[in-house]
């Protein structure tokens, strides 16, 4: 059981429940499960073949994790720590299949990409389900059921009073992790890398790395002085440093995004809560934002393609 201490209180989490065997969550669910007791939810293939073999996490080496891996849970326990990593258009379904399970004294830890979502409708939705936001740089490949490649990042949670404890949680279990006394600027800041990097490697089917490319500068540039801003409309500024400090950050991650993952599979992405907020929240203020709709129409066209394959 997993116990912390903040200040003179005792934080008990007496289960950690992660929402969302996608890349992310399996390698969040493996390296905490060394020390925690984790139980994922997903899908019936990735969730069976870490039944019965374990996750093969893939860094410098390869390890595989041994942790309870479900397709769904009929009871959360009270105090449990549930940590959601589904994509954002599923959040809403899974706060309601929470709520009916009743919990007490729980809180969620909400890391997802893009902005849109009312979180305060979903926190009344549970009384007794605490949401907290968080934004995550790890970087992860989901290459075929049982198996993720992982690249380590920073994960900031914002500051509430469970905060400090899902940090040293975190911390102890190799994932580096601090608490943000300003997570809606943090969210932006990733909002910006997101809708850059994801729809840009989707449609021309890159590593996130491969955007550094010369050809690819004035581009990226116009996408950053349209985000940046709709961005300043709401209060965060991002400047030339930012989007130098941006594009070293993307040379460091030679993963295929989880948007062009998506698109591969035939899946839907989140473009709408990315470059679709970015293109309705400057409608709404009158910023100009076409080459965000260029890459939202791209995107979407070739998601509703995939999604009548299926």
């Not at 993952?261 to 929240?281: S, V, W």
């Amino acid at each position: 059981m997993p116990v912390f201490i903040r200040g003179n209180r005792v934080m008990i989490f007496q289960k950690i429940i992660i929402f969302g065997s996608g890349a992310v969550g399996s390698s969040l669910g493996a390296l905490l499960s060394v020390n925690h007791s984790v139980t994922l939810i997903g899908r019936q293939s990735h969730i069976q073949r870490i039944s019965s073999e374990g996750l093969r996490l893939i860094t410098d080496s390869e390890t595989i994790y041994r942790m309870d891996a479900r397709e769904y849970i009929d009871q959360i326990p009270d105090n449990s720590l549930i940590i959601i990593t589904t994509k954002a258009y599923s959040l809403p379904g899974v706060i309601d299949q929470i709520c009916k399970l009743k919990p007490r004294n729980c809180f969620a830890v909400v890391l997802q990409n893009g902005l849109g979502i009312d979180y305060r409708s979903l926190s009344k939705k549970c009384l007794g389900l605490n949401i907290v936001r968080g934004v995550t740089y790890l970087a992860a490949e989901f290459f075929k059921p049982g198996i993720v490649r992982y690249w380590p990042g920073r994960t900031l949670i914002e500051n509430s009073p469970v905060s400090d404890s899902v940090v040293q949680m975190l911390n102890r279990s190799n994932i580096k992790a601090a608490v943000s006394d300003d997570i809606m600027k943090e969210l932006w800041q990733k909002m910006m890398v997101n809708c850059i990097v994801n729809p840009l490697t989707a449609i021309l089917k890159i590593r996130n790395d491969e955007l550094n490319s010369d050809h690819l500068f004035e581009l990226k540039h116009k996408l950053f002085e349209e985000c940046s801003a709709v961005a300043s409309s709401e209060g965060y500024i991002f400047d030339s440093q930012f989007e130098k400090k941006m594009n070293g950050l993307i040379s460091l991650y030679k993963n295929y995004s989880s948007m062009y993952q998506d698109l591969a599979k035939g899946k839907r992405t989140e473009i709408d809560f990315l470059n679709g907020y970015i293109i309705r929240l400057g409608d709404e203020r009158k910023i100009a934002t076409p080459v965000n709709k260029v890459l939202y129409s791209l995107v979407k066209y070739i998601e509703g393609r995939g999604l009548e394959r299926e």
